[in-house]
């Protein structure tokens, strides 16, 4: 098992910034990959990024690309998201997930652990 809590989240204006992070325990933090979705009210769950065991691949959704950043600290067990320049469309609850085989880093089903959320509110 792997326990996953997400932190970080606020409410912050226009092209504000938040760090999000998540704490992992359980099992080997190196062995997975770990990715952040989103959920905004009404809508579906939405992959924002994703990295791999090493930190060496990277992916976005085209949204937040050149926005966020996903970075992960190994021996700290945590993955992080780094999120500049927010706009309103950015609020919704964030999750962060982990996966020891993930075939396609941007799908939800490829996760094996998810964490409770962390809801981040832009105002417009």
């Known amino acids: 098992q792997v326990q996953l809590v997400e932190s970080g989240g606020g409410l912050v204006q226009a092209g504000g910034s938040l760090r999000l992070s998540c704490a992992a325990s359980?099992?080997?933090?190196?062995?997975?990959?770990m990715g952040w979705f989103r959920q905004a009210p009404g809508k579906e769950r939405e992959f924002v990024s994703a990295i791999s065991r090493s930190g060496t691949n990277i992916n976005y959704v085209d949204s937040v690309k050149g926005r966020f950043t996903i970075s992960r600290d190994n021996a700290k067990n945590t993955v992080y998201l780094h999120a500049n320049s927010l706009k309103p469309e950015d609020t919704a609850v964030y999750y962060c997930a982990a996966g020891s085989v993930v075939s396609r880093m941007t799908s939800g089903g490829a996760y094996d652990y998810w964490g409770q959320g962390t809801q981040v509110t832009v105002s417009s």
């Open positions: 359980g099992r080997t933090f190196s062995n997975y990959v």
